[in-house]
């Protein structure tokens, strides 16, 4: 999740920027190799060949027929627990931290605390919409080239929930995965880190999720971002296939 890690604090905010992405992802502990952080994760994306007829399933692919599997007993990961109770990385670390809100100040400027996606009718690849950016991601998933049945494994989910598997390294593959970071509040669209600091003054809210599009055309935006050409009067919308934020690096 983050490379040349100079003090143990480096990786932390890329770490809490991916451990947040509960949705269909549970992450194992976090452990540091050289000079990168490494997490073991389960997937959580159904097989696209799973075929449901009648009571029974079949498999598209080989043709297999037999009753449904059990429904996975799994609980999602939760990052908020309740009040200014949160789950966060520190040192490497997902540790439980009280981050109060901050004090709003009479001064402020009204104009500048709103959130310019609040309102956004923009959307993921599943036609959700709202908050398409912290909603998707891309990720690295540590596959050497050898390991053929857990390629396989990954290439073979459902789509859109997992999709876009590329291979650019002989130990790793890319893809794109729909798995919504559990740090939004209860409308789905604000995130509750905001404007919480962490005990060194640093802001809790990973520096990842404050980068906006910038309006060059050059950056593919979801469908529906206000950031598109024409929307509030912000730059060209790039064309293509959407995608989120990116970073995380996983291991099997």
């Known amino acids: 999740m983050s490379s040349s890690l100079r003090k143990p604090t480096s990786g932390d905010h890329e770490a809490t920027w991916l451990l947040g992405h509960t949705e269909r992802i549970s992450f194992g502990e976090l452990r540091l190799h050289d000079d990168d952080l490494f997490c073991r994760a389960t997937l959580h994306v159904p097989c696209k060949y799973l075929k449901r007829e009648g009571e029974g399933v079949r498999c598209a692919a080989w043709g297999f027929t037999g009753a449904p ?10 990052r908020r627990l309740g009040g200014d109770r949160f789950r ?67 290439r073979s989910r459902q789509s859109p929930y997992l999709c876009k598997v590329t291979r650019e390294r002989d130990d790793s593959i890319d893809a794109e ?25 640093e802001s809790a809210k ?21 950031f598109e050409k024409g929307a509030k009067g912000y730059g060209p919308r790039a064309t293509g296939n959407e995608s989120g934020a990116s970073g995380g690096v996983l291991t099997p």
């Open 88 to 154: 966060l990385v520190e040192r490497g670390k997902l540790v439980q931290r009280d981050l109060p809100k901050p004090r709003l100040s009479a001064k402020r400027l009204v104009v500048l605390s709103q959130n310019p996606c609040a309102t956004a009718r923009c959307q993921t690849s599943d036609h959700k919409v709202g908050a398409a950016c912290c909603r998707d991601l891309q990720i690295e998933i540590m596959c050497d080239k050898a390991w053929t049945r857990q390629e396989l494994l990954v």
């Open 206 to 226: 990973p520096p990842l999720c404050h980068h906006w599009p910038h309006p060059t055309g050059e950056e593919v935006l979801h469908p529906g971002c206000v």
């Open 177 to 201: 995965m729909i798995s919504a970071c559990d740090y939004l509040g209860e409308d789905g669209i604000a995130c509750e880190l905001h404007g919480r600091k962490r005990a060194t003054g």
């Open 69 to 78: 599997p059990a429904a996975p007993q799994t609980t999602r990961q939760r």
